[in-house]
């Protein structure tokens, strides 16, 4: 079971910012890869936007190459992306977990909305 907690989430215009944040346990965190997934509304898959390692090297889906970044406080076991510029196709449900997953579970995820 993956113990985490996703929070910043809401509604912003295109254009925005919003920096979502996920705690967890330190058993999810510790020398794990990291990373936030994107669930589009409507699509059950959850995609892989950004990712982290424990040593702070980060990678990017190509489509929030530029607008968002990843980082992440080891000590505080906790995982952060500061999302800039949103887009309407950036809505969705936005979930932290490890790369690749461990466990079968997910959070409960933050919703991001993006409005016109």
């Known amino acids: 079971q993956v113990d985490v907690v996703e929070s910043g989430g809401g509604l912003v215009q295109a254009g925005g910012s919003l920096r979502l944040s996920c705690e967890g346990s330190s058993y999810v965190f510790r020398n794990n890869r990291m990373g936030w997934y994107w669930q589009a509304p409507g699509n059950p898959q959850r995609v892989l936007v950004a990712g982290i390692s424990s040593g702070g090297s980060a990678d990017y889906r190509e489509s929030v190459k530029g607008r968002f970044t990843i980082s992440r406080d080891n000590a505080r076991n906790a995982l952060y992306l500061q999302m800039n510029s949103l887009k309407l196709e950036d809505t969705g449900v936005y979930y932290c977990?490890?790369?690749?997953?461990?466990?079968?579970?997910w959070g409960q995820g933050t919703q991001v909305t993006v409005s016109s």
């Open positions: 977990n490890t790369v690749p997953k461990i466990w079968e579970s």
